[in-house]
């Protein structure tokens, strides 16, 4: 059995993950369709898994503007997804475009998660609790990357309809 994840330390190593990913995708060198595939998982599987599992805890010690602001900016976040997902030619100059548009959105969204959730969850959550987060955090996140969540048809469907993976 694997020892208990802190529910903080599964958030970083995600937001380091989707910053690699990133990196990725902007490297002519890459296998960009892949890194994308990989992004379009991990970001859907993260941001569902963090709003089951750790927004309603955030919620006891942070205003619900502050709460809803972070899950409007993954509703941002998933519509810049699919615009780049939609691209038909990786590297053309939209492609492009669309990329610096969700690394910004992307980096702006961890910014702020890792200022609130992060620094919250760390100053009034026991260990215990945090492993306990980190727990079902990772097996929401488990379950929707095997469901293949960030398919192209999955992230219309959430932008559109404003529908859970």
């Given at each position: 059995m694997t020892p208990p994840q802190d529910v903080v330390e599964v958030i970083l190593k995600d937001h380091r993950r989707m910053e690699?990913?990133?990196?990725?995708?902007?490297?002519?060198?890459?296998?960009?369709p892949s890194a994308?595939?990989?992004f379009a998982h991990l970001m859907i599987a993260h941001g569902e898994a963090e709003e089951t599992s750790v927004?309603?805890?955030l919620e006891?010690?942070?205003s619900t503007d502050t709460v809803e602001h972070l899950e409007a900016?993954?509703?941002e976040a998933l519509k810049v997804l699919l615009a780049l997902?939609?691209?038909?030619?990786?590297?053309?100059?939209?492609w492009d475009w669309r990329l610096r548009q969700l690394a910004s959105v992307t980096g702006r969204h961890i910014e702020q998660e890792e200022r609130i959730v992060v620094n919250q969850a760390c100053e009034r959550l026991s260990h215990e609790c945090r492993a306990e987060l980190?727990?079902?955090?990772?097996?929401?996140?488990a379950d929707l990357l095997q469901q293949r969540c960030g398919?192209?048809?999955n992230v219309h469907r959430m932008v559109h309809a404003g529908a859970p993976a």
């Open positions: 690699d990913l990133l990196r990725l995708m902007r490297s002519i060198e890459a296998d960009r994308l595939n990989d927004h309603s805890v006891s010690f942070e900016g993954h509703r997902l939609e691209v038909r030619e990786i590297g053309s100059p939209e980190g727990a079902g955090f990772a097996r929401t996140r398919s192209v048809a």
